[in-house]
Nanobody
Framework: VQLQASGGGLVQAGGSLRLSCAPSGNSFTLSDVNWFRRAPGGPREWIAV???????NYADSVEGRFTISRDSDKNTVYLEMKELKPDDTAVYSC?????WGQGTLVTVSS
């Protein structure tokens, strides 16, 4: 596993979670980082990006509810998710420098 996404879990609708993305064993320095998600039976969906300069962009489906940030000292990128909805249920994964991790499952109950 080259990238490790963590922080997923079960949360009620309206709740919050914070996901983390970091290289396994701090094996490389993160560059631009994209978060994706794949709902059960659905296609992979891009949801957010943060560049090495801190510029961010979001998919319309999460704009205003999710915040992506990075801590360069910790070589970690975060995805703060608020006002979660059942439709946010998915496996969330991150990508940087063409490398992927296994993802972390987020389940939002109604």
């Amino acid at each position: 596993v080259q990238l490790q996404a963590s922080g997923g879990g079960l949360v009620q609708a309206g709740g919050s979670l914070r996901l983390s993305c970091a290289p396994s064993g701090n094996s490389f320095t993160l560059s631009d980082v994209n978060w994706f998600r794949r709902a059960p039976g659905g296609p992979r969906e891009w949801i957010a990006v943060i560049t090495i300069y801190g510029t961010t962009n979001y998919a319309d489906s999460v704009e205003g509810r999710f915040t992506i940030s990075r801590d360069s000292d910790k070589n970690t990128v975060y995805l703060e998710m608020k006002e979660l909805k059942p439709d946010d249920t998915a496996v969330y994964s991150c990508n940087s420098r063409g490398r992927w991790g296994q993802g972390t499952l987020v389940t939002v109950s109604s």
